[in-house]
């Protein structure tokens, strides 16, 4: 069983699968190359509870071990796929008390502070979140960051940031931050994450190390569940699959069982707006309009359900590539009802209205465009 790449619907063609890119612009991604180029050092213990990103612990072990880190570093990758993971990791390495050759520990008190997001000289910065559901990172709070690392450290070696979806940063807040990064105080070490490169100014991502994150397999998400979380063979399989490579989720979603339950919830209301008259249709944009913050998860669930169905429209049936496994025979017999071309329509169609709701577009007029592009019953 192979892990899923995320995926980008400019690369989906029938001659081209679904496929994620990376861009490789000063950066570092998962691949075969960078794993076999690197000297394997031996990890200290607070490596090794990360799953799947082997190559970018070896590269961040090699570089806190020689003393060749970076002044900035920008994890990129797919939501809960284990990028704040990653970097809190290397704070903990930066700050750790003990031996050169045994950072992190996880257990000494600057581990544990920082692993609890209370060391003092670890600054975390997340993004405010609006009554639309919107995510932002505004001026204020880089500023305050400013003035916090321009001060010396208080009881670690470095003083780090850790900044949360810095593609959610404004216009203002990413320009104000560009100072420090080009003029970085002394001792400071700067950690951000992002879903893409891209989506991050080019004067900052130029000035950070990229280091690309891909989803984690299938088959280590699964195995991980069972094996240090005790989960069964069944549920693990599941959520394995549904994460489609973000560990985090899978995780979190076997100790809160009302991840799933949203789930079903939302592939409920796809299959009653599949069923829907333009008229029900109509009335359902309205119902779900009224609740905007809910509209970003709905529509990336159903964006899985309308991958999965071109996947099955184009080629042959693969189970093992098929996110929501639950759901693969409704999917394969309406793969064969509907014309191809409708399916890749109402994919395309799903990703632009998440698109769109980024940029506080209509909420019902593009709830309205994507019910109208999906097939008829």
Not at 52 to 69: E, K
Not at 185 to 193: A, E, R
Request: proline share 7%; with cysteine; net charge positive.
């Amino acid at each position: 069983m192979q892990g899923k790449p995320a995926y980008s619907l400019r690369s989906f063609s029938p001659r081209c699968p679904l496929s994620y890119s990376p861009t490789t612009h000063h950066s570092f991604h998962d691949s075969p190359t960078h794993a076999t180029i690197l000297p394997m050092t031996p990890l200290a213990p607070g490596w090794r509870p990360i799953v799947g990103h082997d190559w970018a612990v070896r590269l961040l072990s090699n570089a806190v071990t020689h003393g060749r880190i970076g002044h900035a570093y920008l994890f990129t990758g797919p939501e809960q796929i284990g990028k704040m993971t990653l970097a809190r990791t290397l704070a903990q390495a930066l700050n750790c008390e003990a031996g050169p050759d045994e950072r992190p520990c996880g257990h000494c008190r600057a581990c544990r502070l920082i692993g609890e997001d209370k060391h003092p000289d670890v600054r975390v910065v997340v993004p405010e979140v609006s009554e639309r559901g919107t995510a932002s990172i505004k001026i204020d709070s880089i500023r305050r960051l400013q003035q916090d690392l321009s001060l010396s450290a208080y009881e670690g070696r470095f003083k780090v940031a850790l900044l949360r979806r810095f593609d959610a940063a404004n216009a203002n807040a990413a320009n104000a931050f560009l100072k420090t990064l080009e003029e970085p105080p002394t001792n400071v070490i700067l950690l951000l994450t992002a879903a893409d490169s891209d989506a991050v100014l080019p004067t900052i991502n130029s000035r950070c190390r990229t280091v690309g994150l891909r989803p984690v397999p299938t088959e280590a998400i699964e195995e991980l569940l069972m094996a240090r979380h005790g989960v069964a063979a069944a549920e693990a399989n599941l959520l394995a699959h549904v994460a489609e490579g973000r560990l985090g989720w899978a995780i979190r979603a076997h100790h809160d069982r009302a991840l799933l339950q949203e789930r079903g919830a939302q592939l409920e209301t796809l299959q009653k707006a599949l069923e829907s008259s333009l008229v029900g249709r109509f009335a359902l944009a309205e119902t779900l309009a009224r609740k905007a913050d809910a509209l970003p998860p709905l529509l990336r669930t159903w964006l899985s359900w309308w991958r999965d169905m071109a996947l099955l429209a184009y080629g042959p049936r693969r189970d093992a590539a098929i996110s929501n496994i639950d759901e693969v025979e409704r999917l394969a017999r309406l793969a064969r009802q509907w014309p191809r071309q409708r399916v890749l329509a109402s994919l395309q169609q799903t990703e632009m209205a998440l698109r769109q709701l980024a940029q506080n577009a209509n909420t019902r007029l593009v709830l309205e465009n994507v019910l109208l592009t999906y097939p008829q019953p």
